[in-house]
């Protein structure tokens, strides 16, 4: 029997598919389509958004659903599915103050534990019974197998004729620990010591990053689209791989943010030229909307650019902060015309001249190679280059990244 140990499956589309009973350990299933098609048990506090834990401003209608937990056949553990549109079509039960995402826990077949169903339109299809304490918000628990009645805490209540009283559906769970079970992005580093930073993201919309076979820039419109065209992500975001530099960008701020301090954001995109998005005032949540507003160009690589803007954002920051470009890249500089990689270098050793760490976070492909990884190393304050082999990877950097900044 496979086990994997708490705090895992946070990787895009991790822990699908296996048909061995296996058991989930707690705090697991926060990638994006995570934990799907599973035969086993998935622990406590699981299939969870690190932020709704951080209390961001997440539009349950509009934002992306993340379809984690889904397809299910074992036990979903205590405290879980606060995803939007987590846990569907399950057969085994969902234990006790779970289903807190919009339309979370819909047409599943097992019972669902008590205080659950909290978030707009969860547990409706379903066949099992609800625990006590349910169902607390309009719009939940509607067209399942049977209806609460007013005055009636749950179909538990119903269902054992004690519709003025409480009934809790045991789960045979652990008892769940004192603190929360989800890790912190950055274990080594305390959250409550004062971290003063500024950083600037540029992200890359070169053709490189969205083309399927051989390199083309993409530059209209996202087309041809049969070259770079996903269409499970709007026409603007063009393509998976650019989504996935767009979500890696938000849960670096997202966990960057915890830490206690004065600290600040700004984005910079670049293709055959670079442009600021938004400047170094940026805070949490204006910077993630400026993320998710990001409409693909497609073009050329032009990392002078990119270094150059993201240095004219951080200029004006307080000097006693400690400043960060992070340059999420695929390839090496193509752009300007004349010189390309000279022209980088010489504009990240200007930025590091002024006191700026550059981090390079570099997708290596198979038309990149050695060559690419030498340059990145070049234009690296340290040397360093935080490297992956593919978009869906990114998420993987994370903690490294944060200790990188905050320690």
């Known amino acids: 029997m496979p086990i994997v140990g708490d705090y895992s499956c946070h990787g895009h589309k991790s822990c699908i598919s296996v048909t061995e009973y296996a058991v989930i350990g707690a705090g697991s299933c926060i990638g994006r389509e995570s934990c799907r098609n599973l035969n086993g048990r998935i622990g406590a506090q699981s299939c969870l958004t690190p932020e709704m834990k951080d209390d961001l401003a997440y539009n349950f209608e509009t934002d992306t659903p993340q379809s984690v937990c889904e397809d299910n056949s074992g036990q979903i553990s205590a405290s879980s599915c606060w995803w939007s549109r987590s846990c569907q079509s399950n057969q085994g039960r969902i234990c006790e103050e779970s289903c807190r995402g919009y339309e979370a826990c819909q047409n599943n077949s097992g019972s669902v534990g008590a205080g659950s169903c909290t978030g707009e339109g969860s547990c409706n299809n379903n066949s099992g019974n609800i625990g006590a304490g349910a169902c607390t918000i309009a719009g939940g628990c509607a067209h399942n197998t049977e209806d609460i009645p007013d005055g009636c805490p749950s179909l538990a209540a119903k269902q054992a004729g004690q519709c003025d009283g409480t009934v809790t559906l045991a789960c045979n769970d652990p008892t769940l620990p004192s603190t929360p079970l989800m890790p912190t992005s950055s274990p080594s580093c305390s959250k409550t010591k004062d971290v003063n930073f500024d950083i600037c993201f540029a992200l890359d919309m070169s053709g490189s990053v969205c083309s399927k076979y051989d390199p083309t820039t993409c530059d209209n419109s996202c087309t041809p689209f049969d070259q770079c065209r996903d269409f499970t992500v709007d026409v603007g975001t063009c393509c998976e791989n650019f989504r996935s530099i767009q979500d890696f960008t938000i849960d670096m701020v997202t966990a960057l943010d915890r830490f206690n301090g004065e600290k600040s954001y700004s984005i910079v995109q670049f293709a055959s030229s670079g442009s600021l998005v938004q400047s170094s005032s940026g805070d949490k949540l204006s910077t993630i909307d400026s993320v998710n507003g990001l409409v693909y160009t497609g073009g050329f690589t032009n990392h002078d650019q990119a270094i150059l803007r993201c240095r ?96």
């Open 312 to 407: 004219e954002a951080l200029s004006g920051t307080p000097a006693d902060r400690n400043k960060y470009m992070l340059v999420i890249t695929d390839g090496v500089s193509t752009r300007p015309s004349q010189n390309p990689v000279d022209s980088a270098i010489a504009s990240a050793n200007l930025a590091k001249g002024d006191g700026i760490n550059i981090i390079p976070v570099f997708i290596t492909t198979t038309s990149s190679g050695q060559e690419a990884l030498d340059f990145m190393s070049t234009i690296s304050s340290n040397g360093m280059v935080f490297s992956v082999t593919n978009f869906e990877s990114l998420e993987t950097l994370e903690q490294e990244l944060v200790e990188e900044v905050s320690c």
